[in-house]
């Protein structure tokens, strides 16, 4: 079974920084495409980032150069660096696993990322 748990999620003001985790059991990180998703109040879930084997990642535009996704193998963990948090970037983090990147069957249970301005 697997299972993927968010945590890191809390209250900062603009211009902070967060790491978001997301531990995973049931699964390998390294053998998978992982991805952050985001979904604000009102609106539709959004892509954020991924990273798949070997470690190549990708990112949406408007969190380029700000956030980066990463990976401890060891760990199984697979974590997401936000910097330079926008009031705009407030919304339910989730993580998530597929095999491939339009494919992803599971997905983690979601933390809060307030930022306030």
């Known amino acids: 079974q697997v299972q993927l748990v968010e945590s890191g999620g809390g209250l900062v003001q603009a211009g902070g920084s967060l790491r978001l985790s997301c531990a995973a059991s049931?699964?390998?990180?390294?053998?998978?495409?992982m991805g952050w998703f985001r979904q604000a109040p009102g609106k539709e879930r959004e892509f954020v980032a991924s990273?798949?084997?070997?470690?190549?990642?990708v990112y949406a535009d408007s969190v380029k150069g700000r956030f980066t996704i990463s990976r401890d193998n060891a760990k199984n963990t697979v974590y997401l660096q936000m910097n330079s948090l926008k009031p705009e970037d407030t919304a339910v983090y989730y993580c998530?696993?597929?095999?491939?990147?339009?494919?992803?069957?599971?997905w983690g249970q979601g933390t809060q990322v307030t930022v306030s301005s």
């Open positions: 049931g699964r390998t990180v390294s053998r998978y495409v």
């Open positions: 990273i798949r084997w070997p470690g190549s990642t």
């Open positions: 998530a696993s597929g095999a491939t990147t339009s494919t992803y069957n599971y």
